[in-house]
């Protein structure tokens, strides 16, 4: 039978365990202390499942699916004999019954500590879930500020418990963090604690056990608040999910010795390349600013953790070794020092790009850590995408000035162009363009051709810009609504009131859905041994094929260069958009008689068969799906006036003609207008054209 460990006089009435509170107590088991209020000593038995919490051992009770992942990645850690401060772990039902304004008992769980400062972490059944800020030295007051100012000197006591204070105001109390910034300093402890109880009406709570249930209580609380729920689910968590809560002892990382915190990792985190990483902050009592900043590793920026303390520095490497073949996992651990002695305070997996992702797998994969259909299931397939494309290097600096929909991955530097002519102009220059539209047409498909990325103001993610740009491999951006465009004077204005002209550098990263200011720092396409290791091993488990959607010959060879086994779909129509062709496709359009447009259809015919022996040839025997001719006849057609005008000349025809033509076939739904078959049925010599050609 399972008691929780919440004061009596708020349990329902309908709880058969509702008499007053008998003693404190603690049982334990083997392996595992579990703490409640005594009212039925026969209900309780070693191992017994606690509603309320557990003290993490190597044996205890500990699920992910019950305590979250930081619970059980903790328990990891203590199975393999690394130094983990004492901890407890809250389970889901005990935070949402704090949530719900049940009072923890938080007495017997503060007893736990002996009168130590805690830690209170989040840990939620998925670490990409994020949670509550983390909150430190919960339990800090007057007595243990004297404390450690007899211990450790004014200047440490005083910083210690001024963060606390500004954490506590901000964090739990939800003050106005504008109050709580100053350095710290005996006069800023004192303003802070004065301001404090000015907002409150009532003094900073000295005692450890109010300081952490109310900790508890706000963490608890925030994690159901509307903007936390709806950030977790945009990052694939379910309504429902929960939260657990870790309390931890504090390391407090200072003494007379080497003392600190920081991190370490072993590879690095872009390219996934072995490589000691991290940071580490020394705190030493004697030094009147109370830190200074180690490196980890030795090396001509200064003073390192790896000169200062080579024993400790070897450990630490120690420790991530284990990690990595115990958790078969690469870990950031996070660590603490008190007088050279090493805690280790947390774990995570190593924050790591598609790129990095690709190179773990396939080496954990190649030593026997893991085998090679888990390294196959570890990336995403998303991942590979983004390694096809040049991508915008995480650690440079970037300057944002709009967002919208990442549409196409892949990201691009290049100079701003409004047309479609004018990109093919700067093509003709070498010069990397950005085509940026309002919102692309079929006529703009040559502009997109020459352009490096396409961004348009409007649009989603099944628009005409974004689909087309999946099919050409261009990096490209929809949607981008925080920017106003003005075609006729070829200018871009951000939000913020920033104008960007034609002709000035810009950059598009399709994958995060960013537009940067000026040339971005890029990382190559990693088509390295990583990423064609792990495309083979997937080819030998797959049970399908992969065919590639090519539209020109060009597109075919790139199709047969990643190993396509033939073509999915040819789209025929992309065929007639380069400029030769395009003339001749309208000559066709505003024929009179079906004399005249078996004239134009003829001239067609040579550049169709071409095109369809080329793909033939490059797929050598292959499959190669065609569909016919299928969009309506008005996408070959102009829109604007300009380009009416221009056809009218390349016609010879009246320019009230052509108008009359084009608004006559355009098309109110293009999906259900005068196309595909319904085309075929009314002008079938396209399709003879067509047919012959193949």
């Known amino acids: 039978?399972?008691?929780?460990?919440?004061?009596?006089?708020?349990?329902?009435?309908?709880?058969?365990?509702?008499?007053?509170?008998?003693?404190?107590?603690?049982?334990?088991?083997?392996?595992?202390?579990?703490?409640?209020?005594?009212?039925?000593?026969?209900?309780?038995?070693?191992?017994?499942?606690?509603?309320?919490?557990?003290?993490?051992?190597?044996?205890?009770?500990?699920?992910?699916?019950?305590?979250?992942?930081?619970?059980?990645c903790l328990q990891r850690l203590i199975r393999i004999?690394?130094?983990?401060?004492?901890?407890?772990?809250?389970?889901?039902?005990?935070?949402?019954?704090?949530?719900?304004?049940?009072?923890?008992?938080?007495?017997?769980?503060?007893?736990?500590?002996?009168?130590?400062?805690?830690?209170?972490?989040?840990?939620?059944?998925?670490?990409?879930?994020?949670?509550?800020?983390?909150?430190?030295?919960?339990?800090?007051?007057?007595?243990?500020?004297?404390?450690?100012?007899?211990?450790?000197?004014?200047?440490?006591?005083?910083?210690?418990?001024?963060?606390?204070?500004?954490?506590?105001?901000?964090?739990?109390?939800?003050?106005?963090?504008?109050?709580?910034?100053?350095?710290?300093?005996?006069?800023?402890?004192?303003?802070?604690l004065a301001a404090y109880e000015a907002e409150m009406d009532e003094e900073f709570p000295q005692s450890p056990a109010q300081q952490l249930g109310e900790v508890l209580r706000s963490m608890a609380r925030a994690w159901e608040g509307t903007t936390a729920r709806l950030l977790r689910e945009a990052k694939g968590a379910p309504p429902d999910a929960a939260l657990g809560l870790v309390v931890q002892e504090m390391a407090q990382a200072v003494g007379p010795g080497l003392s600190g915190a920081g991190t370490i990792q072993l590879i690095e985190g872009v390219t996934g390349a072995p490589q000691v990483t991290g940071r580490f902050r020394g705190l030493n009592p004697a030094n009147r600013k109370a830190e200074e900043t180690l490196f980890l590793v030795k090396d001509a920026r200064g003073h390192a953790l790896e000169e200062a303390a080579p024993e400790v520095f070897a450990t630490l490497q120690q420790h991530c070794r284990i990690c990595r073949e115990k958790l078969r996992e690469e870990m950031l651990i996070e660590f603490a020092l008190e007088n050279g002695a090493l805690k280790v305070i947390d774990?995570?997996?190593?924050?790591r790009s598609s790129r990095a992702a690709v190179r773990i797998a396939v080496t954990l994969a190649k030593e026997g850590i893991i085998s090679r259909d888990d390294a196959i299931l570890r990336v995403e397939p998303r991942a590979l995408s983004e390694l096809l494309h040049y991508q915008v290097d995480p650690r440079a600096p970037r300057e944002r000035v709009a967002r919208g929909i990442a549409a196409s991955p892949g990201a691009a530097s290049g100079k701003i162009v409004f047309s479609a002519a004018d990109a093919q102009a700067s093509a003709a220059r070498?010069?990397?363009?950005?085509?940026?539209?309002?919102?692309?047409?079929?006529?703009?498909i040559r502009g997109m051709h020459a352009a490096v990325a396409v961004l348009t103001e409007r649009g989603g993610i099944t628009s005409h810009a974004a689909v087309i740009a999946r099919g050409l491999g261009l990096p490209c951006i929809v949607g981008a609504s925080d920017l106003t465009l003005n075609p006729r004077d070829k200018t871009i204005r951000t939000r913020d009131g920033r104008l960007f002209r034609e002709g000035d550098t810009i950059t598009i990263d399709g994958t995060n859905g960013e537009v940067l200011s000026g040339a971005a720092e890029m990382l190559e396409p990693a088509l390295d041994e990583w990423f064609r290791t792990l495309l083979r091993w997937a080819?030998?488990?797959?049970?399908?094929?992969?065919?590639?959607?090519?539209?020109?010959?060009?597109?075919?060879?790139?199709?047969?260069?990643?190993?396509a086994e033939g073509i999915g779909l040819c789209r025929t129509e992309h065929m007639f958009f380069d400029e030769d062709r395009l003339t001749v496709m309208r000559e066709m359009i505003f024929a009179d008689t079906a004399k005249d447009r078996k004239v134009a259809l003829d001239r067609l015919l040579p550049m169709q068969r071409a095109d369809f022996i080329a793909l033939f040839d490059i797929m050598a025997g292959l499959p190669v799906c065609i569909r016919l001719f299928d969009p309506p006849l008005h996408e070959f057609l102009p829109h604007d006036r300009e380009g009416m005008r221009e056809l009218a000349e390349a016609l010879d025809r009246p320019l009230s003609e052509v108008t009359r033509r084009v608004e006559a076939l355009s098309e109110f739904n293009p999906m259900l207008g005068m196309r595909g078959v319904r085309l075929g049925v009314t002008v079938p010599e396209i399709y003879e054209m067509q047919a012959r050609a193949i």
């Open 81 to 192: 004999d690394l130094p983990v401060p004492r901890t407890v772990a809250l389970p889901f039902q005990t935070v949402r019954a704090i949530a719900a304004g049940q009072m923890a008992d938080t007495v017997a769980l503060a007893e736990i500590f002996g009168g130590a400062l805690v830690t209170i972490r989040p840990s939620p059944a998925d670490p990409e879930w994020g949670g509550p800020t983390t909150v430190l030295n919960v339990g800090m007051n007057a007595r243990k500020h004297a404390e450690i100012t007899a211990s450790h000197g004014q200047a440490l006591a005083d910083a210690l418990y001024l963060g606390f204070v500004q954490s506590y105001a901000v964090h739990v109390a939800r003050l106005d963090p504008d109050m709580f910034t100053a350095e710290p300093s005996s006069e800023a402890l004192a303003a802070a």
């Open 1 to 72: 039978m399972t008691r929780s460990f919440f004061a009596a006089e708020v349990l329902d009435q309908a709880d058969p365990w509702r008499k007053p509170w008998g003693h404190r107590f603690s049982l334990r088991g083997r392996g595992t202390r579990v703490f409640c209020r005594q009212t039925r000593t026969a209900a309780l038995q070693k191992h017994a499942d606690f509603s309320g919490f557990v003290e993490i051992t190597p044996t205890a009770s500990v699920d992910a699916a019950r305590h979250g992942w930081r619970a059980k």
């Open 347 to 351: 774990a995570v997996r190593v924050p």
């Open 539 to 563: 080819d030998n488990v797959r049970d399908i094929g992969v065919r590639a959607n090519a539209d020109t010959p060009d597109d075919a060879r790139t199709a047969r260069m990643f190993d």
């Open 430 to 444: 070498d010069e990397r363009c950005i085509l940026v539209r309002r919102e692309t047409a079929p006529e703009d």
